[in-house]
Nanobody
Framework: QVQLVESGGGLVQPGGSLRLSCAAS????????MGWHRQAPGKQRELVAA???????NYADSVKGRFTISRDNAKNTVYLQMNSLKPEESAVYYC????????????????WGQGTQVTVSS
């Protein structure tokens, strides 16, 4: 079992930055692949970024060059640094975890956090 708790969301102006954190507990964090997804009202949840247990990363095309996913295994935490935010990126951001990268990327992972709201608005 893995418990995930996101934090760091809030209100930011267009072009601004936020760093989201996802703290994990309950199992050996370094064994898990981790991901960030987001869901805006009326839209499907979508993958934002993922990081493997070994540290390899991949990103949605829409965020490449602006967002960075990273992990600190000593702190059992995964981060999402978001720069140059756009209003259309307002959503609830969720982290997920699984031993299988496929399920992390496809949004079918076993473990999810409760989400943190990000609002990009002037």
């Amino acid at each position: 079992q893995v418990q995930l708790v996101e934090s760091g969301g809030g209100l930011v102006q267009p072009g601004g930055s936020l760093r989201l954190s996802c703290a994990a507990s309950g199992s050996i964090f370094s064994n898990y692949n981790m991901g960030w997804h987001r869901q805006a009202p009326g839209k499907q949840r979508e993958l934002v970024a993922a990081i493997t247990s070994g540290g390899s990363t991949n990103y949605a095309d829409s965020v490449k060059g602006r967002f960075t996913i990273s992990r600190d295994n000593a702190k059992n935490t995964v981060y999402l640094q978001m720069n140059s935010l756009k209003p259309e990126e307002s959503a609830v951001y969720y982290c997920n975890a699984d031993r299988h990268l496929f399920t992390v990327v496809t949004g079918t992972a076993n473990y999810w956090g409760q989400g943190t709201q990000v609002t990009v608005s002037s």
